[in-house]
């Protein structure tokens, strides 16, 4: 079992930054493949970006260049760096950790982009 407590969403003008953090607890967080997914009102949940067990990262054609995941295995977590923000951002940002046939989400983090 692996329990996710995401952080660090809010309102923020567009343009601006914010830095999303995972925290993960319940099992050797090290083995999991990672990811930031969001949702926003009527979409369909979509993969932001993703970080292996080994470092390898993919993104988003959306978020490229502006979106950045990084993990810190000593600390069980995985952060979602988000500059150049655009309003189309707007969404719940689910963390998400993966391996062999397990999935575990957390409970979301709201961010909004207006001015």
């Known amino acids: 079992q692996v329990q996710l407590a995401e952080s660090g969403g809010g309102l923020v003008q567009p343009g601006g930054s914010l830095r999303l953090s995972c925290v993960a607890s319940g099992s050797i967080f090290s083995r999991y493949d990672m990811g930031w997914y969001r949702q926003a009102p009527g979409k369909q949940r979509e993969l932001v970006a993703g970080i292996s067990s080994g470092g390898t990262t993919n993104y988003a054609d959306s978020v490229k260049g502006r979106f950045t995941i990084s993990r810190d295995n000593a600390k069980n977590t995985v952060y979602l760096q988000m500059n150049s923000l655009k309003p189309e951002d707007t969404a719940v940002y689910y963390c998400?950790?993966?391996?062999?046939?397990?999935?575990?989400w957390g409970q979301g983090t709201q961010v909004t982009v207006s001015s």
């Open positions: 998400n950790a993966r391996r062999v046939s397990s999935v575990y």
